[in-house]
């Protein structure tokens, strides 16, 4: 026999063997029935509103202790947490519209589809600025939690 056929016979030969093999998976994939797939539930925030309203501290009371005590140090934590530099809120300070507050709360609400107008973050900024923070670090670790699958027929 010439040697490019010995080549030939020898690949066909593999060939053979691992398409035996592979029809014998199939088949036995083939033979496995799946009854039901699993269905997944999914939990999270996608509303337009927020999560908690402007005064709700007992929804996270160890936040609202923090802002209570140490507002500075809660400020500068939560716009860090926002993605933003960690001595924005001291800027708030030197001005009598407290526009850092002001610009974090309409990027949290544009950043979660909330709807709003900056007359009215104006005004939380103004007269209710460590309760508006609160908010604001509430609304973050509310639109943050993972997303928990939870399959309802684990056997």
């Known amino acids: 026999m010439p040697h490019f056929l010995l080549g030939f016979s ?76 960690l001595c924005l809120p001291l800027l708030d300070g030197f001005g009598l519209i407290p526009a850092a507050t002001m610009s974090l709360r309409v990027g949290i609400r544009q950043r979660y589809g909330i709807e709003g107008t900056m007359c009215n973050d104006c005004v939380y900024s103004f007269f209710c600025g460590p309760c508006t923070w609160c908010q604001m670090s509430r609304e973050m670790k509310t639109r943050l939690q993972p997303v928990t699958l939870i399959n309802p027929h684990v056997r």
């Open 10 to 85: 020898h690949s066909a030969f593999l060939f053979t063997i691992l398409f035996s093999e592979a029809n014998s998976e199939d088949a036995t994939m083939a033979n496995t029935m799946v009854i039901q797939q699993p269905k997944p539930f999914v939990q999270a925030i996608t509303s337009n509103q927020w999560s908690s309203e402007i005064c709700d501290c007992t929804k996270d009371m160890s936040s609202c202790c923090l802002a209570f005590w140490c507002f500075p140090c809660f400020a500068c934590i939560t716009a860090r947490e926002a993605g933003e530099c």
